[in-house]
């Protein structure tokens, strides 16, 4: 009859207690006996997340050029994808494009990407720049009261007439300024030439106070919009637009097609052809990955959203103005395209994902064996403890095998006894129990037949001898 009966039913309460138990007493035991190494665990770790920077700033300044130009209205666009994403973005106005790229370049200046024209900026003279692209076409309009401008330049128009070509430092003076001078005019010596914003050189044209007005600004501008409406005002043709790209490959020519603007009116009344450079988006080089993440992300579904009067749908974003360097993360997304799960996950988790997968890979692999180490560290520290033990037992009964001396032999006696004492106080994993167990029953062995060998020793000392 078996007369073994368990006292209690087994708990799994218990048992899940007494593993926690064990296992942070294992690590606790970890980190004091290997602290070194935990500390350039934990270092390694602060430097990778301090050097790959996982979040993003929680306010970007984006610097949009003259209020109401094609520039601030795109800006506004990206506004509603930063909020989606916890971010504010400021938009910053400015005198045009050039002083959004001072403002840009600026190291002293919060504005880390701008909204400009492209062809104002080179990579030379711009080394902290980077682009991320364009994202729109911006034509060069010029608007006239009178009959119609035909020839070469419109200059021979308007050389005796009142004609606003844009602030000092806007993208509209700069540009024209490097296309006027291809045909050697140079309009700073013309005193009718004159320096004004486009909303007010435009309101001044409506109200007949002066003649024409240079606009380097998207259709969808406020300022060119008012301009369009009006059946009295005519739209240069610049027919000789391809030529000028031939010198200035950072431009481009476009067309308004006939009656593209007003089919019933059929206006206009034959085809525009315009010079066009375009809405390009630069950056700090060291812009968090993130945000140009959020840039380039927005800007492909606002170039969905929004009627390309003068490019094909998906055509933007598109890396057309090479004066700048593509950012390696810009690179990226033009060849691949966006991350995966863009659309489930934080963008920042997300950019962050798509930085770091390879350091990732290679850094799993390093510590996967360590990772697979760690959590069962409470097992594997018993084994170690026992596996040393094993080899401290063996190497005793090597050296009493090999010596005759009943001094020596006691002094290994002693280490076996304190062997067997410190086994009582360790705390071990319930799994290697047994092991431990059996180790013991070794260590009695390897004890028990020196105890035995130094007694026959002793029995065979001459009386009065030393126990050497």
Same mark, same amino acid.
């Given at each position: 009859?078996?007369?073994?009966?368990?006292?209690?039913?087994?708990?799994?309460?218990?048992?899940?207690?007494?593993?926690?138990?064990?296992?942070?007493?294992?690590?606790?035991?970890?980190?004091?006996?290997?602290?070194?190494?935990?500390?350039?665990?934990?270092?390694?770790?602060?430097?990778?997340?301090?050097?790959?920077?996982?979040?993003?700033?929680?306010?970007?300044?984006?610097?949009?050029?003259?209020?109401?130009?094609?520039?601030?209205?795109?800006?506004?666009?990206?506004?509603?994808?930063?909020?989606?994403?916890?971010?504010?973005? %400021?938009?910053?106005?400015?005198?045009?494009?050039?002083?959004? /790229?001072?403002? #840009?370049? @600026? +190291?002293?200046? $919060?504005?880390? *990407?701008?909204?400009?024209?492209?062809?104002?900026?080179?990579?030379?003279?711009?080394?902290?720049?980077?682009?991320?692209?364009?994202?729109?076409?911006?034509?060069?309009?010029?608007?006239?009261?009178?009959?119609?401008?035909?020839?070469?330049?419109?200059?021979?128009?308007?050389?005796?007439?009142?004609?606003?070509?844009?602030?000092?430092?806007?993208?509209?003076?700069?540009?024209?300024?490097?296309?006027?001078?291809?045909?050697?005019?140079?309009?700073?010596?013309?005193?009718?030439?004159?320096?004004?914003?486009?909303?007010?050189?435009?309101?001044?044209?409506?109200?007949?106070?002066?003649?024409?007005?240079?606009?380097?600004?998207?259709?969808?501008?406020?300022?060119?919009?008012?301009?369009?409406?009006?059946?009295?005002?005519?739209?240069? %043709?610049?027919?000789?637009?391809?030529?000028?790209?031939?010198? /200035?490959?950072? #431009?481009? @020519? +476009?067309?308004? $097609?006939?009656? *593209?603007?007003?089919?019933?009116?059929?206006?206009?009344?034959?085809?525009?052809?315009?010079?066009?450079?375009?809405?390009?988006?630069?950056?700090?080089?060291?812009?968090?990955?993130?945000?140009?993440?959020?840039?380039?992300?927005?800007?492909?579904?606002?170039?969905?959203?929004?009627?390309?009067?003068?490019?094909?749908?998906?055509?933007?974003?598109?890396?057309?103005?090479?004066?700048?360097?593509?950012?390696?993360?810009?690179?990226?997304?033009?060849?691949?395209?966006?991350?995966?799960?863009?659309?489930?996950?934080?963008?920042?988790?997300?950019?962050?994902?798509?930085?770091?997968?390879?350091?990732?890979?290679?850094?799993?692999?390093?510590?996967?064996?360590?990772?697979?180490?760690?959590?069962?560290?409470?097992?594997?520290?018993?084994?170690?403890?026992?596996?040393?033990?094993?080899?401290?037992?063996?190497?005793?009964?090597?050296?009493?095998?090999?010596?005759?001396?009943? *001094?020596?032999?006691?002094?290994?006696?002693?280490?076996?006894?304190?062997?067997?004492?410190?086994?009582?106080?360790?705390?071990?994993?319930?799994?290697?129990?047994?092991?431990?167990?059996?180790?013991?029953?070794?260590?009695?062995?390897?004890?028990?037949?020196?105890?035995?060998?130094?007694?026959?020793?002793?029995?065979?000392?001459?009386?009065?001898?030393?126990?050497?």
């Amino acid at each position: 009859m078996n007369k073994f009966k368990a006292k209690k039913n087994p708990s799994l309460v218990l048992h899940t207690r007494d593993y926690l138990f064990q296992e942070l007493h294992a690590w606790r035991e970890l980190i004091k006996g290997e602290w070194p190494w935990m500390l350039m665990l934990v270092a390694g770790v602060t430097l990778l997340l301090a050097f790959t920077r996982p979040l993003p700033p929680s306010t970007v300044y984006l610097a949009v050029g003259q209020p109401g130009s094609i520039f601030q209205v795109m800006g506004e666009k990206f506004v509603p994808y930063f909020e989606k994403q916890g971010i504010k973005l %400021n938009l910053v106005t400015t005198a045009g494009s050039e002083n959004s /790229l001072e403002d #840009l370049a @600026s +190291v002293n200046n $919060p504005v880390s *990407a701008a909204l400009m024209v492209g062809g104002l900026a080179f990579r030379d003279s711009q080394p902290r720049l980077a682009s991320l692209g364009s994202i729109e076409y911006v034509p060069l309009w010029l608007f006239y009261r009178g009959e119609k401008f035909e020839g070469k330049t419109a200059v021979a128009h308007l050389s005796d007439r009142l004609v606003a070509v844009g602030p000092q430092g806007s993208g509209t003076f700069t540009l024209l300024h490097r296309i006027l001078a291809l045909s050697n005019i140079d309009i700073d010596g013309r005193p009718n030439f004159l320096r004004m914003s486009n909303a007010e050189a435009a309101d001044q044209l409506i109200a007949g106070k002066i003649d024409a007005v240079f606009l380097l600004d998207g259709i969808d501008s406020a300022n060119v919009q008012k301009l369009l409406q009006r059946s009295d005002l005519g739209i240069f %043709n610049f027919e000789y637009a391809p030529a000028v790209v031939k010198k /200035l490959p950072y #431009l481009e @020519s +476009v067309v308004i $097609p006939k009656g *593209a603007l007003d089919l019933t009116n059929l206006r206009p009344a034959e085809d525009v052809h315009m010079l066009a450079t375009s809405a390009t988006l630069l950056i700090e080089k060291t812009m968090h990955p993130a945000i140009q993440h959020i840039f380039l992300i927005s800007a492909e579904k606002i170039s969905r959203e929004v009627d390309q009067f003068f490019a094909r749908p998906g055509a933007f974003p598109a890396y057309i103005d090479h004066s700048m360097p593509l950012s390696s993360v810009a690179q990226r997304y033009y060849d691949q395209g966006p991350p995966p799960f863009k659309d489930d996950l934080p963008l920042w988790l997300v950019s962050y994902l798509d930085r770091i997968w390879i350091l990732a890979v290679g850094f799993f692999a390093i510590i996967y064996p360590m990772f697979k180490l760690f959590p069962s560290y409470r097992h594997t520290r018993a084994v170690m403890m026992i596996s040393d033990a094993y080899e401290e037992i063996l190497e005793i009964d090597r050296r009493a095998a090999q010596t005759d001396s009943i *001094a020596e032999l006691q002094s290994l006696i002693n280490q076996l006894e304190e062997m067997n004492n410190d086994s009582r106080d360790i705390s071990i994993s319930s799994d290697e129990i047994s092991r431990l167990y059996s180790m013991k029953s070794i260590l009695k062995m390897v004890h028990d037949q020196i105890v035995t060998r130094k007694g026959k020793l002793e029995e065979l000392k001459p009386i009065g001898s030393s126990s050497e």
